[in-house]
């Protein structure tokens, strides 16, 4: 059953609505259930969570009957970005993920924001899916504020990803939508996979297993599911970040989700200009590539690489 | 006057990016003033050339008073003012959601590092900044709250209002925030324009500006000292949002005064011509902020009013 979350009038003869589709068992509902909700689209440029949203909502109808609670699916919360391949909001060029819990009596993305939070509060979890952006391809992950490990490491040890990072708290962060929710004791998953802009058939199945896995879990589906993979789990200290010291044009030489040994040759950053390489990248330590860049203009800082240790 | 480049960023399809300081006097790093940190801070850019040009008349005349110095950066984001783009010119990052910056990081964290390593130590900040959304003020001075801020210190500007705001999450990574963290006076003004030059707002902007370095002993500037600064507080100021949403009709200025009942504006409807709602003043008040966009989304807060009695 599609449901309008939110819904704004533009200007002209047109409105933004921030729909769902809700998945109920087939006879009906008692009013006991849980729920879980699948939340993607806050940035118009990452599209992983599309296939995901799709593909969940096909294996569920196909064996409906193993559904036992509730499956809320929100597909965009930033439609006006989607739609017109916007990272913000289009308009206010304003970052989504940055103006939670929102404002009922703010401006349109703040009202937005508080309709958006007041929906999803009470679910039993929610998995809020990202795509890093152009310029970085990264393996799944789940990741997830140290202030709330202790709730959110065993949920996501469900979710089939390769590797869940617990990362320090940053005030900043107080403002995306995951922060919001857990902080109301609303458990939020943050997914980031793939690349912006583009869909990895293979990153959406495994995710979908895994979000399978996770409501098989929750007691929402009694259904077959995976076994999840035994993910990688690490803190900040583990984690090597590769800055681009010079600009140029980035052409890696190791795979996403290889093994490199420290010192070992990352890429380079060439100058198309005068036929030279301006910067020879090396890996600061033994470790597993899990962010690759994508996009090959670099600027000096430019993020190339996160190695974990 | 002293010309200092502040960072460099090295770009191989386009010169490369300078962010340049101009400096006056000598001693004491007294007053740091910062311009256009996003790319269409046209008005902010401008203010800081004329005050660049004022400055080096008064050091010529000797009015920038011994032992002290002022600094003036135009712009930090150069590279974005001239490709016409709000936002950083590649990743459409915000130089200004980057602070204190970090040398090792990301480029913009890197340019915000470069330039707050330069200005940190200032007694005084400045920075002439804007609003995400596209409207008109009337020129006032900002504070965050953060613990560190001074009203009355505010009011030496002279501006007609010194406005708080409680500091948001999304806040803390600003230039402001971070400059009150580090132990400077941390000021924000707001004029009447921001991809436009406003003439008349930016000169009580120079005005405020020099008129609040003058009471500080920093310079000998004589001018009139603006007005008796009222304070507001985010909280106490009402907004009028649109309940439809069409084509804009503005009845009502910046610091024109209200009283409950007007009509301050007309939506009307896109294809009819038709007037779909009525925006009427909720109390008598004064226009601190309205929108200026032409076509307005329902929800929208078109403007922001300081409640007065207004009996006379």
């Known amino acids: 059953m599609i449901e309008t979350v939110a819904s704004v009038g533009l200007p002209i003869d047109e409105k933004l609505m921030i729909q769902k589709n809700r998945l109920v068992p087939v006879n009906g509902l008692s009013g006991n259930e849980k729920r879980i909700s699948i939340v993607t689209g806050t940035h118009g440029d990452e599209l992983e969570g599309q296939y995901v949203c799709y593909e969940l909502q096909r294996r569920i109808k196909e064996n409906i009957e193993c559904l036992t609670g509730i499956v809320d699916v929100y597909p965009a919360i930033n439609p006006l970005g989607i739609d017109s391949i916007t ?5 206010f060029d304003l970052d989504m993920n940055r103006i939670f819990p929102g404002l009922e009596n703010g401006s349109m993305p703040e009202y937005i924001a508080s309709k958006i939070i007041d929906d999803l509060s009470g679910s039993a979890a929610v998995v809020d899916i990202h795509a890093s952006n152009i310029f970085l391809e990264e393996i799944p992950q789940v990741r997830i504020n140290e202030l709330s490990r202790d709730t959110l490491v065993p ?11 617990v990362h320090s708290s940053a005030t900043v962060l107080e403002s995306t939508l995951a922060y919001s929710l857990n902080v109301i004791g609303t458990p939020t998953l943050v997914v980031e996979m793939g690349v912006g802009m583009r869909i990895t058939k293979k990153f959406g199945d495994q995710l979908t297993d895994g979000i399978l896995a996770l409501i098989k879990e929750l007691g929402i589906w009694n259904g077959d599911v995976i076994t999840p993979k035994e993910p990688i789990i690490s803190e900040d200290g583990e984690v090597s970040f590769i800055n681009a010291g010079k600009s140029g044009v980035f052409v890696p030489c190791v795979g996403h989700w290889k093994n490199v040994k420290k010192d070992g040759h990352i890429g380079d950053i060439l100058n198309p200009l005068t036929g030279e390489i301006n910067e020879r990248i090396l890996a600061p330590t033994d470790g597993i590539v899990f962010t690759l860049r994508e996009y090959p203009i670099v600027n000096e800082g430019s993020l190339i690489a996160r190695i974990l240790a | 006057m002293k010309e200092k480049l502040i960072f460099e960023l090295n770009s191989v399809y386009r010169d490369n990016m300078r962010i340049k300081g101009y400096s006056f006097g000598e001693g004491e790093e007294s007053a740091c003033i910062v311009g256009a940190t996003r790319g269409n801070e046209v008005q902010q850019l401008y203010i800081c050339s004329r005050l660049i040009n004022i400055f080096k008349q008064l050091e010529h005349q000797g009015k920038i008073k011994y032992g002290k110095s002022v600094m003036v950066i135009p712009t930090v984001n150069s590279h974005s003012m001239n490709i016409g783009k709000r936002f950083w010119s590649t990743d459409n990052t915000d130089i200004n959601r980057m602070f204190p910056g970090y040398n090792l990081g990301e480029t913009t964290q890197r340019i915000a590092a470069g330039v707050f390593e330069n200005i940190s ?12 959304m596209q409207g ?14 001074d009203i009355e210190l505010a009011k030496d500007f002279g501006l007609p ?6 500091a948001r999450p999304y806040d803390t990574t600003t230039l402001n925030y971070n400059w009150q963290l580090w132990e400077t006076k941390a000021f924000s003004v707001y004029t009447s324009a921001t991809d436009k030059i406003d003439v008349v707002s930016a000169r009580e902007a120079i005005n405020a500006v020099l008129s609040f370095l003058n009471k500080q002993g920093i310079i000998q500037y004589r001018c009139h000292e603006g007005f008796i600064s009222q304070f507001i507080e985010g909280h106490s100021l009402m907004n009028v949002k649109s309940a439809t949403a069409g084509i804009f009709i503005r009845h009502a200025d910046v610091d024109s005064r209200v009283k409950k009942g007007d009509v301050i504006a007309e939506i009307m409807d896109p294809y ?3 007037t779909a709602d009525r925006v009427i003043a909720p109390q008598n008040g004064i226009v601190f902020f309205h929108v200026n966009q032409p076509l307005i989304y329902s929800q929208t807060p078109l403007f922001r009013i300081i409640p007065t009695d207004d009996l006379v």
């Open chain 1, 87 to 91: 990272r913000g909001i289009p308009g």
């Open chain 1, 155 to 165: 949920l996501a040890k469900h979710l089939n990803v390769d590797y869940i990072w």
């Open chain 2, 121 to 132: 130590s200032y007694k005084f900040g400045i920075q002439f900044t804007s609003f995400y």
């Open chain 2, 136 to 149: 008109d003020y009337i020129p006032h001075v900002r504070v965050m709250q953060t613990g560190f801020e």
């Open chain 2, 161 to 166: 209002y010194v406005y708080r705001r409680n």
């Open chain 2, 272 to 274: 009819t011509g038709e």
